[in-house]
């Protein structure tokens, strides 16, 4: 996304007097520093959460134990919880969360790797994207993170005039 495009987002949050918080785990803040990327973003942004264990999804924003143990931390239920669970904690409009596998494989039969699930809390609903990336562990996680951006963009059009 560009900063452009950014910029219009953070504006949408500014104007509606909305707040945006992340819950993050193979990205490592890598989202929360893009947002922040742009002037003025603490109107919009106070807070993010780096959730790189199970122990952090469960204590800081209520990822179950029986999800984590059913599904695993690279799940879809895992990235919805973690973003209905980061909003609360923030108490913040919209989260966006992403869970994946990074890389590099850990075995040469591993083909986990650029396993990513975003997701999206807005509006007292949470959309998860599955995502299947390529690359070098940099590039997945930069990607991830676009997609992150690409997808609150999405739902917030979906739902309002943002032009």
């Given at each position: 996304m560009?900063?452009?495009?950014?910029?219009?987002l953070?504006?949408?949050?500014?104007?509606?007097?909305k707040?945006l918080?992340?819950?993050?785990?193979?990205?490592?803040?890598?989202?929360?520093?893009?947002?922040?990327?742009i002037s003025?973003?603490?109107d919009?942004?106070?807070?993010?959460?780096?959730?790189?264990?199970?122990?952090?999804k469960?204590?800081?924003?209520?990822?179950?134990?029986?999800?984590?143990a059913k599904?695993?931390?690279?799940?879809?239920?895992?990235?919805?919880e973690?973003?209905?669970?980061?909003?609360?904690?923030?108490?913040?409009d919209?989260?966006?969360?992403?869970?994946g596998?990074?890389?590099?494989?850990?075995?040469?039969?591993?083909?986990?790797?650029?396993?990513?699930?975003?997701?999206?809390?807005?509006?007292?609903?949470?959309?998860?994207?599955?995502?299947?990336?390529?690359g070098?562990?940099?590039?997945?996680?930069?990607?991830?993170?676009?997609?992150a951006?690409r997808?609150?963009?999405?739902?917030?059009?979906?739902?309002?005039?943002?032009?």
């Open positions: 560009r900063d452009e495009a950014l910029r219009r953070q504006d949408w949050f500014r104007q509606n007097h707040l918080t992340t819950v993050e785990s193979c990205t490592g803040g890598l989202l929360a520093g893009r947002i922040t990327d003025g973003s603490s919009i942004f106070r807070q993010g959460y780096i959730t790189y264990c199970d122990e952090a469960h204590q800081l924003v209520q990822v179950s134990t029986e999800t984590l599904y695993t931390a690279v799940s879809p239920q895992t990235a919805s973690m973003a209905r669970g980061g909003a609360a904690a923030a108490g913040a919209a989260c966006l969360s992403v869970t596998y990074a890389g590099p494989p850990y075995a040469p039969e591993d083909t986990s790797v650029g396993l990513v699930y975003i997701g999206c809390y807005f509006q007292g609903s949470t959309t998860v994207k599955e995502l299947h990336l390529t070098s562990r940099r590039q997945i996680r930069e990607a991830a993170v676009e997609e951006l997808l609150l963009e999405s739902r917030i059009g979906a739902s309002s005039e943002f032009i």
